[in-house]
């Protein structure tokens, strides 16, 4: 069974910029989550989706941030425009229950 | 608000010594409790978890975790640690809403 893909691996944009990151989770999991990983900081939850509604978004910048859940199944989270500080590594996960979450390897973000 | 406290950043054992890392948690009602690792460059890989039922649970590599209520904490055990087992520890608390402590760095002394 495949797990939690994220695509792309890495990112280096100029600040300004827009960025998209993409998570396809595993298949059947209903929630899905974006968590952003400062460096040598435990994961911080940006947005959680229930299928496609997002029932979790009070840590997401919203004057920058977007994501979206189309169909209750891939995610896409933007950022527009980039800025420095949003250098980190955005860390998608998803869950079919409370049985925790699993992970995909992150897409790590350098703004320069 | 739920919470998860990592008392120690950093952590280094010798290979074949026990490792106990520490995790504290505050939360409203029963909590859904569990230890993740990262190796660099990686994604978190999930340990073990408790939800309810016997307060030891076993993990895969060999780890364990006890539940103490009393003491709000979640500690990470192993008996004999392995030179493959560096890494970053991530202790988590909550069941949709997962937070997570900022994580103990292990080094393992050859």
């Known amino acids: 069974e495949a797990g939690v893909v994220q695509s792309p691996r890495y990112k280096i944009i100029e600040k300004k910029q827009p960025v998209a990151f993409w998570c396809n989770p595993i298949?059947?999991?209903?929630?899905l989550y974006w968590y952003r990983q400062n460096l040598g900081q435990g994961p911080e939850l940006l947005i959680r989706y229930e299928n496609e509604e997002a029932v979790d978004d009070s840590q997401l910048p919203k004057d920058r941030f977007s994501a979206e859940r189309l169909k209750g199944v891939d995610s896409t989270l933007k950022i527009q425009p980039a800025e420095l500080g949003d250098s980190a590594v955005y860390l998608c996960?998803?869950?079919?229950?409370?049985?925790?979450?699993?992970f995909g390897q992150g897409t790590r973000l350098t703004v320069v | 608000a739920q919470s998860v406290t990592q008392p120690d950043i950093h952590i280094t054992v010798s290979e074949g010594a026990s490792l106990e890392l520490r995790c504290n948690y505050s939360y409203g009602a029963t909590p859904y409790l569990f230890w993740y690792v990262q190796s660099p460059g990686q994604g978190l890989q999930l340990l073990l978890k408790y939800f309810s039922g016997d307060t030891l649970v076993q993990g895969i590599k060999g780890f364990e975790a006890e539940f103490k209520r009393s003491q709000s904490s979640f500690n990470l055990r192993k008996p004999s640690v392995h030179w493959s087992d560096a890494a970053e520890y991530f202790c988590?608390?909550?069941?949709?809403?997962?937070?997570f402590g900022a994580g103990t760095r292990l080094t393992v002394k050859p």
């Open positions: 996960a998803s869950s079919g229950g409370a049985v925790g979450a699993f």
């Open positions: 298949s059947g999991h209903n929630t």
């Open positions: 988590a608390v909550g069941a949709n809403d997962m937070r």
